[in-house]
Each structure stands twice: as C-alpha cells, then as structure tokens.
C-alpha cells in the first residue's frame, strides 16, 4: 500500500537500475513487442528499483527464450540489465485477440487511439531493426578443435554464424564473439563493416563479466564500440549478449 501512496502520477514511471533510470511504460511497451510475447508488465518497489518482470507469452516460445529475449531488449534499447531471477514468464495457448470491431466505426474513437499509439512507434520501428539472442553452441572436434554456432532471431528471420578455432577458455570466448558478428552480417549487408577488436574477462563485485570491443566502419571513418554482460548461463552466451550489447545501439539508430 505504500507503494501505490507514492506512486508518481506522470504517465511514465521510472526505476533505478544500476544508476541509471529505466521508463516503465516504455520498457513494456517493448517488451510487448518481442517474439511470441502477448502481454508485459513491470512491477518497481517502493524505492523505485525493479521488483518483478512478468511476461505472459503464447506456446510457440520456451520461457527459457523469453527471458533471454527480455534481457537482450532492455540491455539494447535502454541500457539496463536486469537480474534474470526477476523475470516470470507465463505461457498461454490461446493467441492475442483483435481488437473489437465495434470501436471502429467512432471517428472520435479512432482519432484518440491513434493519438495514443503515436509514442510507442519508434518503439516498434527499433525493435524490427535490432537482433535478438536465441541459442549458443560449441561443439569439439580432433580436426578442427572447437566451433561455435550462435543463432539470432530478427523478427521471423533466423540467422546463424560458426567461427572454428584451438580451444581454450579464452578462444570459446573469442570464437563466440565472432561467431555472433558473423549472424550479424548476415541479417544485412550495410551491417558487414562490423570487426571484432578484441575480448576480455572481467572480475567485478564478486562477478564475472565479458567485455568486447568491436569496430564499425561508416564511410572513411571507423568508430569504437564496447559492449559487456554479466557470465550467468556460460561464457560464450555472455560473450554473444556482450557482443549485441554493443552492436544494437549503433544498428538501433538506423546508421
């Protein structure tokens, strides 16, 4: 109850994420839009930090998808990492319904929801252009030592990319990384420019990070860009989420 006592009265909400702030209403608003995602909506505590993140979604996609998908979105489009443990997902099997067709014929109607639909737009408009995190594997051999295949998600499109190299805890992390690169050109061919400067493990407040450095190239000019994740499910996931941590915010902007 104190929470809603202090509950702001602007049309937008904000909550503190590691020192920065996260819109409420925008961030569920994206997270509407992610694959397979029927309904989002973020709960803040009474000191204004995110709660609990619950997505009911249809059955075409695992929760395991989802909540990467949700990690991915709010570390792209804003900057913010959330603790995966916050998020609940909910399948259902029935699709969204339309809307009802009764509200159509009130011009009074139509011209407030299209009024009201104008923000979320550029939400929509981003979230087409900018890629996704699915899947991460590494597979061993005698001949060829270690492959990694990452596969992305745009929308409906599927992309894959493998890089092979020597194993070692260092390379997985670097094979990885390229491996996501590769995805990434092939999702468009303006976005080929892109190169993998370099990785590195960090070890912060009792954590452990990958943080990469990828160039990009814009006519003559060249531009560094980092991106970095926190090491949960293994390193090579965290390095592909590092990798479009860095990458989505230039590709996001439509360069």
Not at 105 to 115: D, I, K, L, M
Not at 191 to 219: I, M, P
Request: charged share 25%; net charge neutral; hydrophobic share 40%.
């Amino acid at each position: 109850m104190t929470a809603s006592a202090n509950a702001p009265s602007q049309p937008y909400l904000s909550s503190s994420i590691a020192g920065t702030v996260l819109p409420i209403r925008r961030a569920e608003e994206l997270l509407a839009t992610l694959p397979g995602v029927i309904a989002a909506r973020i709960i803040a505590g009474a000191t204004g930090e995110v709660d609990e993140i619950h997505c009911l979604t249809t059955t075409e996609y695992t929760p395991k998808q989802t909540v990467r998908n949700v990690e991915s979105a709010l570390i792209a489009h804003l900057g913010m990492r959330v603790d995966h443990r916050k998020i609940s997902v909910a399948t259902s099997a029935e699709a969204p319904k339309p809307p009802a067709a009764s509200a159509a014929p009130e011009p009074a109607v139509q011209s407030t929801t299209a009024r009201a639909a104008a923000p979320a737009a550029p939400v929509e408009e981003v979230a087409r252009r900018v890629l996704y995190f699915e899947d991460v594997e590494v597979q061993r051999s005698r001949l060829k030592g270690v492959t990694c295949r990452v596969t992305l998600r745009k929308g409906d499109e599927v992309l894959v990319g493998e890089a092979e190299g020597p194993e070692s805890d260092r390379s997985r992390i670097d094979l990885a990384a390229r491996a996501t690169l590769t995805a990434i050109s092939a999702s468009d061919d303006a976005l080929r420019g892109f190169a993998l400067e370099g990785t590195k493990l960090v070890d912060a407040f009792e954590r452990s990070f990958v943080f990469v450095g990828v160039s990009a190239r814009y006519g003559r000019n060249t531009a560094l860009l980092t991106g970095s994740c926190e090491i949960k499910e293994s390193a090579e996931t965290a390095s592909a989420l590092a990798v479009l941590d860095a990458t989505n915010r230039w590709i996001a902007p439509g360069r």
